[in-house]
């Protein structure tokens, strides 16, 4: 029976790190199995023969470097570095989104404060900015009803999906920071970044879901009317 050397145990063992990390879904978890098996791979060629094998280290080294800035890139994404230090007051609001999804969000943002009795939609008129309420409250007309809604809402996401002209006229009852999107350029990048388009999926679902289950509570005030039950369908 042969001797079982060095360089049998590193390319098997580079090769075992290499089908774990193809089985893992964790993108973190593969990409460290296959930075640990190009490792072993590197001393493999290094030892195997007298003469180093240099083209193949060199190459191993190549792609090693580059797995190596993806795996960076991974963790760079996920940590609080990512979010933008004039955003990082309202991650909380967008807080089931990973910091490197929120940061593409708000790269195409607008942060501002409008004053009291701004007009955000008009009702029957084309919707061309999507709003995030940061802080106040927000004023709804509708069918000659009128009622509040508190802060931390979307303002214009069903035009936003659907393309279709507001269904009520909708005011800032006091100074408020809200950020503010162009759906055009919205539209634009979702199309062209998936996962930018999951990350603003996902929020306005999460805000059309949190309006429903709201619908008829006390928090929703109107002028002597009953609440009403489809404020996701109203903004």
Not at 35 to 60: C, M
Not at 147 to 163: C, K, M, Q, S
Not at 168 to 192: F, G, H, M, N, P
């Amino acid at each position: 029976m042969n001797e079982f050397l060095l360089p049998d145990f590193l390319v098997l063992a580079a090769a075992g790190m290499f089908v774990l990390g193809y089985l893992i879904i964790n993108q973190i978890m593969l990409r460290a199995m296959l930075l640990v098996g190009t490792a072993l791979y590197i001393w493999y060629y290094a030892v195997v023969n007298d003469t180093p094998l240099w083209p193949a280290i060199w190459a191993s080294t190549a792609t090693g470097t580059a797995n190596l800035i993806g795996l960076m890139s991974l963790f760079y994404r996920r940590s609080v570095w990512a979010i933008p230090r004039k955003y990082r007051d309202i991650y909380a609001h967008f807080d089931i989104l990973p910091p490197g999804d929120f940061r593409k969000l708000m790269s195409v943002a607008n942060r501002v404060t409008r004053p009291a009795g701004h007009q955000l939609t008009a009702d029957g008129s084309r919707v061309n900015t999507l709003y995030y309420v940061i802080g106040g409250k927000v004023e709804i007309e509708k069918y000659g009803s009128r009622f509040f809604v508190p802060d931390g809402v979307f303002i214009g996401e069903v035009a936003y999906l659907t393309g279709n002209r507001a269904s009520a006229s909708t005011y800032l009852v006091s100074d408020c920071d809200i950020l503010e999107w162009e759906i055009a350029e919205l539209k634009q990048r979702a199309t062209r970044d998936p996962r930018f388009r999951l990350a603003m999926d996902a929020m306005i679902s999460v805000d059309l879901a949190e309006k429903v289950a709201r619908a008829g509570s006390p928090r929703l005030q109107t002028d002597g009317i009953p609440s009403v039950s489809n404020i996701d369908q109203a903004i």
